[in-house]
């Protein structure tokens, strides 16, 4: 029961952010939505899991890119039990090709922004004696794959900080653990199609098929429900001597 909880979740009008965004609200959790825009249906759909769900929940626009954007948006909430740090974004090239501010905003945004947002948000937690936070990784924050170096290198980092941040808090009644998704067909998996495809010189079934199920032995696709379901386990009592380590959803890629 996450009653009299507030949860952040970065990057969350969409895909996985959005699916635990709505299971924390589920399991009773006031919610606080974000991206980087600052549209009507962005506040709406903070609304329809107000009125669905029976929590209060908001949207606050911030970007994840800059540092003063993700430390504003914690202080903004004005309270962080639980804070998912979701956002991410992609591009896929080879290591001579990769361009350099891609490089900089895939650095910032599924990395920096953890850090910045943790900076604020454990002061809080600290006040309220528990918190949780959840970094999202990836599959390839334990692993790796040609063309998406900045992507990798990142995830592999927010591993450390996962690390760092529960070895920071493990006498408290706070904990941090990374999760790390396989595939799961969202906006972000959908944009690298074209230039995977473009890449391995694939069919857009083949990639699905050839190179993102390739790994995953499951072959079939996570779902943003499932990844709602471990991060609302994390916020549990059961889970609360579980910290800084990784638990993959991945259908089984990180056992090859
Ligand atoms: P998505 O594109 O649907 O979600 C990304 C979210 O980040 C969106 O809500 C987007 O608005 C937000 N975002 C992007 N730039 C931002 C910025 N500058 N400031 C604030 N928000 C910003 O894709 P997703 O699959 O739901 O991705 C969510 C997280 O899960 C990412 O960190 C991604 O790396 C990770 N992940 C995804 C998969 C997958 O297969 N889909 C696998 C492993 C990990």
Redesign the pocket.
């Known amino acids: 029961d996450l009653s009299q909880k507030t949860a952040l979740i970065?990057?969350?009008?969409?895909?996985?952010?959005?699916g635990i965004a709505w299971a924390l609200a589920r399991a009773g959790a006031d919610v606080v939505l974000?991206?980087?825009?600052d549209r009507d249906e962005d506040h709406a759909i903070a609304a329809e899991i107000a009125k669905e769900t029976g929590v209060t929940a908001r949207y606050i626009q911030?970007?994840?890119?800059k540092g003063d954007d993700c430390r504003r948006f914690v202080t903004d909430a004005g309270r962080c039990d639980i804070l998912v740090n979701?956002?991410?974004?992609?591009h896929v090239a080879l290591i001579p090709d990769f361009p350099v501010e891609k490089w900089d905003a895939i650095i910032a945004?599924?990395l920096s922004?953890a850090f910045h947002t943790t900076a604020m948000a454990l002061p809080m937690m600290r006040k309220a004696g528990w918190g949780r936070v959840l970094n999202?990784?990836?599959?390839?924050g334990l692993t790796a794959s040609p063309f998406k170096s900045a992507?990798i290198a990142a995830?592999h980092g927010i591993v450390g900080l996962t690390k760092t941040t529960a070895l920071e808090t493990a006498k408290e009644p706070i904990t941090c653990n990374a999760i790390?998704?396989?595939?799961?067909?969202?906006?972000?998996?959908e944009?690298q199609i074209p230039d995977t495809m473009k890449e391995y010189g694939m069919s857009r079934d083949e990639v699905i098929k050839n190179v993102m199920l390739e790994r995953q032995p499951s072959k079939e696709?996570?779902t943003?429900e499932q990844l709602g379901g471990t991060a609302t386990f994390l916020c549990s009592d059961a889970a609360a001597q579980i910290t800084g380590t990784t638990v993959s959803v991945d259908g089984g890629w990180t056992a090859l």
């Not at 970065?10 to 959005?18: D, Q, R």
């Open positions: 970065t990057g969350s009008n969409s895909g996985i952010g959005l974000n991206s980087f825009t911030a970007d994840m890119s979701n956002a991410g974004i992609q945004i599924n922004s999202i990784s990836s599959a390839h992507y995830k790390c998704p396989g595939y799961v067909l969202t906006d972000i998996v944009k696709f996570a943003v």
